[in-house]
Nanobody, 117 residues
């Protein structure tokens, strides 16, 4: 089974930027959708952004205009560029992938993003 490994999390000040990367152990062409979710302390996991194999993107209202999701099929990675970060963006960010022709979803282990004010 393909595994996902996130990287790029860390501590950043309010207004700063971070770029998260999700590397798949196999070809991301096996997924019809990939995305980023996040979970803040004491809250449920929520969708941040998704991208389909056709390149269509979807964003949570809270990150529209600030975050950009992109995929690099050659490198089998999905990135999340996060700009104008706010304290409320503090969370563990998880990479997610939906496998084609199945109901199977794969999750990464998560990477912590902390935005300090």
């Amino acid at each position: 089974q393909v595994q996902l490994v996130e990287s790029g999390g860390g501590l950043v000040q309010t207004g700063g930027s971070l770029r998260l990367s999700c590397a798949a152990s196999g070809s991301i062409s096996s997924f019809y959708r990939m995305g980023w979710y996040r979970q803040a302390p004491g809250k449920q996991r929520e969708l941040v952004a998704t991208i389909t194999s056709g390149g269509s993107t979807n964003y949570a209202d809270s990150v529209k205009g600030r975050f950009t999701i992109s995929a690099d099929n050659a490198k089998n990675t999905v990135q999340l560029q996060m700009n104008s970060l706010k304290s409320e963006d503090t969370a563990v960010y998880y990479c997610n992938a939906a496998v084609r022709y199945t109901f199977v979803e794969v999750w990464g282990q998560g990477t912590l993003v902390t935005v300090s004010s």
